[in-house]
């Protein structure tokens, strides 16, 4: 290896990467957490929308079945 380059290579190795891994690992822990947080609270919101929408479709298929009685072979 070229000498110029073994005393940067070390302090990089010694002192920027383990900081470097440190901290990329340090912000996926925060950003998982962050987003097991958001996915609980849309998870309950999507299934109250889901619930209404089921609602709905019962509703408009009992619609349909007494004005169009045929609608479901269509």
């Known amino acids: ?3 110029f380059l073994k005393a940067p290579l070390i302090v990089f190795m010694a002192v920027v990467a383990p900081l470097w891994i440190i901290q990329h690992y340090r912000h996926k822990s ?4 962050r987003a097991d947080a958001i996915t609980d609270s849309d ?3 999507m299934a109250e929308t ?3 929408l089921e609602d709905r479709i019962t509703v408009l298929e009992q619609i ?3 004005e169009a ?4 072979t269509r």
């Not at 925060?30 to 957490?33: D, G, N, P, S, V």
């Not at 009685?69 to 479901?72: A, M, T």
């Open 64 to 66: 349909l079945d007494r």
């Open 43 to 45: 998870l309950a919101r």
């Open 50 to 52: 889901a619930s209404r």
């Open 1 to 3: 290896m070229l000498a």
């Open 30 to 33: 925060k950003e998982t957490a």
């Open 69 to 72: 009685p045929g609608w479901r």
